[in-house]
């Protein structure tokens, strides 16, 4: 009896919440344009670069994040505390050159996060849980090393990463070629297929031969050169570096990504996808800024984005499902 | 039900090793124990066996609510700027919180059917957001020195209200999970939510009000810790959530649900708050006892990995049948 009244009434709600949402979604984003258009000195030149460059650390981070969103294994945890020890590393090899710090920061930051990555693929560990653990080794190695000071660079080398060539910051260009080269990836070669095809379904994906393993412990490895790109990049722009370096970029990344569209069960979304998502945040942000709001207000609207996206995304790809 | 991991021997198991190391801390330290450690242990429950016990719960029912800092740290800002006056309002405005943003996150996980993490997580920062646009981002003070006093003092020695509050509410959920059909049915929609719907049982219903308990009790958590530091954080950071995860995970609950016990959530807490006193007492570097921590979370995680276990069941049968498997199986089938 319960299973025959429980059918209809749990059917029946998924095709009209996706009218619904479509009109709520599209009064939201006309209210945003209105709110946007409202607000003194949004339209300008300089807020644009502004924006740009408030979503291009946060938008590389989340790069990363995608390939290991995609391939089905959720988030993690652990972005902020990476980028803070690579970022560390970074800053202290800078006697050795630009070229060589950045190449020995990118070594670092793969090895860090693709370790996860390893016993995430392998193993099949929990990504949420495991990052947690790796967030607080991390920090712990970190801290421990460090003996809880603050690195200031031995050279002057990574100054070269805070140019703007043409108005604008060099991470604006690093964060467009790489989300280019991201998507690309992920359209375009075998391992970017497999990565799909693993985060929709890891157990059909097992089925049909591919290196589940491999091709996540891949995606993390990418994931962990992106993250240091961020490291780098951050760690030049603040001249110094702790273990508080990361700050609050692993929720931003995460909302750049949920605010992309890109689904949290993995086998869907893009890099192109992502990137827009950190400029609508960084967007966002502006605005509440420009109209002064405090921080803490700018943080809530972030996850009521994240949040509003997150429903969305899941009631429209139920309705076309269904 | 897999072999080796019993959900009751985990936390049992925790538990008396951190006892026996609590009971020798005088052989490899330079400290004696006092009934001080003893009550100081029962302090670090209170401050993290409510978030452990809302964490359980949840994971129980096989979903993760990482929100529960967020309520945490709502419930303790609440408590603070709304009991000026008198500490009942204060309690009551972040009880209040903690169970509308339960309704609210259980409603839309059970109604719409979104996994729990991207919705809980949404929460979590918007309620950091919220609770540092409450208080400006910074720590506020709590005028009332009485209620300080009085929830931290002592009683029979080792205990507090505060640790006596948090204890009794682990004894409360037990008895009710045990006693009601509740339990059992938790444990259902967290083992296989399609067989306890066909089952009967009103798994929307369960995972509200799972939410909402987990909301309450995370606003709970967060008003005691107000009214015992006489302050509010705006920021408590992402320990709290690490240790109640660590605790909840030794206390025999498992990643995939359908699984634990609130006593065995007690037990792991209690592990904990022994493991964190021991440092305290040798006097370890903090970043020591983080490594520690982590590689607990991670000996955990790797146990509980799905994969990891197939894998070794895999090699254990083929080095077991090793010398004639086909020959075996030929037996087996003409038998």
């Known amino acids: 009896m319960n299973v025959m009244s429980a059918r209809p009434r749990s059917a029946a709600p998924i095709r009209r919440p996706g009218l619904v949402v479509d009109g709520v979604l599209l009064l939201a984003v006309l209210a945003a344009i209105v709110l946007a258009l409202t607000t003194d000195r949004f339209l300008t030149v300089a807020n644009a670069k502004a924006i740009l460059t408030s979503a291009s650390l946060v938008g590389i981070a989340a790069l990363g994040l995608t390939l290991i969103t995609i391939g089905g294994s959720a988030v993690s945890l652990a972005i902020s505390p990476s980028v803070a020890a690579v970022g560390m590393i970074f800053l202290s090899a800078q006697s050795l050159g630009l070229i060589p710090a950045l190449v020995l920061a990118v070594a670092c930051g793969t090895l860090i996060t693709g370790l996860q990555g390893a016993v995430v693929g392998y193993a099949g560990a929990n990504p949420v849980i495991l990052t947690i653990a790796a967030s607080f080794a991390i920090t712990g190695i970190a801290t421990g090393v460090s003996g809880g000071s603050t690195v200031s660079p031995t050279a002057s080398g990574y100054d070269h990463l805070n140019a703007t060539p043409g108005g604008v910051a060099l991470s604006v260009y690093v964060l467009i070629a790489l989300a280019l080269i991201v998507e690309w990836t992920l359209r375009r070669t075998g391992f970017g297929r497999s990565l799909y095809l693993i985060g929709e379904n890891r157990r059909a994906a097992r089925a049909a031969g591919l290196p589940v393993g491999r091709t996540t412990a891949v995606a993390w490895v990418g994931a962990g050169a992106l993250f240091a790109v961020t490291a780098a990049f951050t760690a030049a722009f603040n001249t110094s570096a702790n273990v508080n370096l990361g700050g609050t970029l692993t929720f931003d990344a995460i909302a750049a990504v949920l605010a992309g569209g890109t689904a949290i069960a993995g086998g869907r979304g893009s890099a192109l996808r992502t990137l827009a998502g950190a400029v609508l945040i960084a967007a966002a942000s502006d605005i509440l800024l420009l109209r002064g709001y405090s921080t803490g207000v700018q943080i809530m609207v972030k996850g009521v984005i994240v949040l509003v996206v997150v429903v969305t995304v899941h009631l429209r790809t139920r309705g076309s499902r269904a | ?335």
């Open chain 2, 1 to 335: 039900m897999r072999a080796g991991r019993p959900e009751a021997s985990l936390p049992m198991a925790a538990l008396v090793i951190t006892v026996i190391a609590f009971v020798f801390v005088p052989t490899y330290t330079d400290s004696a124990l006092t009934s001080f450690d003893v009550y100081n242990t029962f302090q670090i429950l209170a401050r993290l066996g409510l978030l452990t016990l809302a964490l359980g719960l949840t994971m129980i029912a096989g979903e993760f609510d990482l929100s529960v800092v967020g309520t945490y740290a709502v419930g303790g800002m609440l408590t603070v700027q709304a009991g000026q006056q008198h500490w009942a309002w204060g309690l009551l405005a972040a009880l209040g919180a903690g169970a509308a943003i339960g309704l609210l996150q259980g409603g839309l996980i059970a109604r719409l059917k979104i996994p729990s993490m991207p919705v809980t997580l949404a929460t979590y920062i918007a309620l950091l957001g919220l609770t540092s646009a409450m208080s400006g981002g910074l720590t506020k003070t709590y005028s009332n020195a009485t209620v300080t006093l009085w929830v931290d003092q002592s009683i029979l020695t080792y205990f507090s209200p505060r640790s006596l509050i948090t204890l009794g509410l682990f004894v409360v959920a037990a008895a009710v999970l045990s006693l009601s059909r509740w339990g059992r049915e938790l444990r259902a929609i967290g083992g296989d939510r399609r067989a306890a719907r066909v089952a009967g049982v009103r798994v929307d219903r369960l995972i509200v009000g799972t939410f909402v308990a987990s909301g309450v009790l995370s606003a709970l958590g967060g008003s005691l810790l107000s009214f015992s530091l006489g302050s509010a954080n705006p920021d408590p950071g992402v320990q709290p959530l690490i240790v109640a995860t660590a605790a909840a995970l030794l206390g025999g609950v498992s990643l995939a649900g359908g699984r634990g016990h609130p006593l065995g959530l007690l037990a792991g807490i209690l592990a904990v708050a022994l493991l964190a006193e021991i440092v305290a007492v040798a006097a370890v570097p903090q970043y020591v006892s983080q490594l520690f921590f982590a590689g607990l979370l991670g000996i955990i995680v790797v146990i509980d990995a799905p994969d990891l276990h197939s894998a070794l069941v895999r090699l254990r049968t083929r080095l077991r049948s090793s010398p004639h498997p086909r020959t075996s199986i030929q037996e087996s089938a003409d038998v």
